[in-house]
């Protein structure tokens, strides 16, 4: 394990807000949630700070690589919501549906769908279930 080490930070009270109920969500101290936070987003962190320091030194370049940068992502924006409108369109004028993306993409009819942790997980079989009235009720065997 790598050493941790401890520091006093200032911030406002929204914020600390907004991590003591991450840290409660978490089962964890504020202190461990805070630091694990800043742990995960140090590479984002890092990439900003050279960009900074890179701008102390050429403003000018900087500056019109960000614009590049904006013009790119409002380009993908642009695309995106494209791509999205004529799948509605095709939607509704019940043409052929959009390919299938996301999690139920990765998997097909024949295998269970994968977890968020990658492991196959076998669908359960419907049972019948007497209810008190005595009216069967068909639910997984997970008692939903």
């Known amino acids: 394990m790598t050493e941790r080490i401890r520091t006093t930070i ?3 009270p929204e914020a600390l807000e907004i991590f003591k109920r991450m840290a409660d969500a978490g089962n964890m101290s504020v202190s461990r949630c805070m630091g694990d936070w800043l742990t995960d ?29 904006v013009a790119g992502l409002a380009d993908s924006v642009d695309e995106a919501s494209d791509q999205v409108r004529e799948a509605r369109r ?19 009819g024949a295998e269970p769908p994968s977890s968020n942790t990658g492991v ?18 068909k639910s997984s065997r997970s008692g939903s």
């Open 90 to 108: 095709q939607g509704r004028e019940g043409g052929a549906a959009a390919p299938p993306s996301g999690p139920a993409a990765a998997s097909s």
């Open 41 to 69: 987003t140090a590479e984002a962190a890092e990439m900003i700070t050279l960009k900074m320091e890179e701008a102390k030194r050429a403003p000018l370049r900087v500056m019109s690589e960000m614009r590049a940068l």
């Open 10 to 12: 200032s911030l406002t």
């Open 120 to 137: 196959l997980v076998p669908q359960l079989p419907t049972v019948k279930r007497r209810t008190f009235a005595g009216n069967a009720k």
